[in-house]
C-alpha cells in the first residue's frame, strides 16, 4: 500500500492509501492549523521561557464588613478555579 504524505513542505506525515477521504482531509486541516498557523508558537519564544503572570489571590481585612466579605468569598471562589 502506497502512503499519501503531507504536501506540506518538510512534513513528515504520512497516512495509509486505505485512509477514509473524509478522515484524511480532517488530519490534513488538523495539521494546517496547528502546525501551519500564524497562531502556533515559534520555537524562539518558546526558548525565551516567557510565562504567564500568576493569578494574584483575593485578600480580606479582619476589621472588614459582610458585604467586603461576601466579595472576598466570590473573588476566592474565582481563583480557585482559575487555571
Not at 480532517?26 to 516567557?50: C, E, F, I, N
Not at 467586603?68 to 476566592?76: A, G, I, S
Request: proline share 7%; net charge positive.
Amino acid at each position: 500500500m502506497a502512503d499519501i504524505r503531507c504536501p506540506a513542505p518538510h512534513c513528515n506525515l504520512a497516512w495509509l492509501s486505505t485512509t477514509d477521504p473524509k478522515v484524511l482531509l480532517k488530519h490534513l486541516h488538523m495539521q494546517k492549523r496547528t502546525a501551519y498557523s500564524d497562531t502556533a508558537p515559534t520555537t524562539a519564544s518558546m526558548a525565551t521561557g516567557v510565562k504567564a503572570e500568576k493569578v494574584k489571590h483575593p485578600v480580606v481585612s479582619t476589621y472588614g464588613t459582610s458585604k467586603e466579605w461576601t466579595y472576598f468569598v466570590q473573588c476566592w471562589s474565582q481563583y480557585k478555579h482559575a487555571p
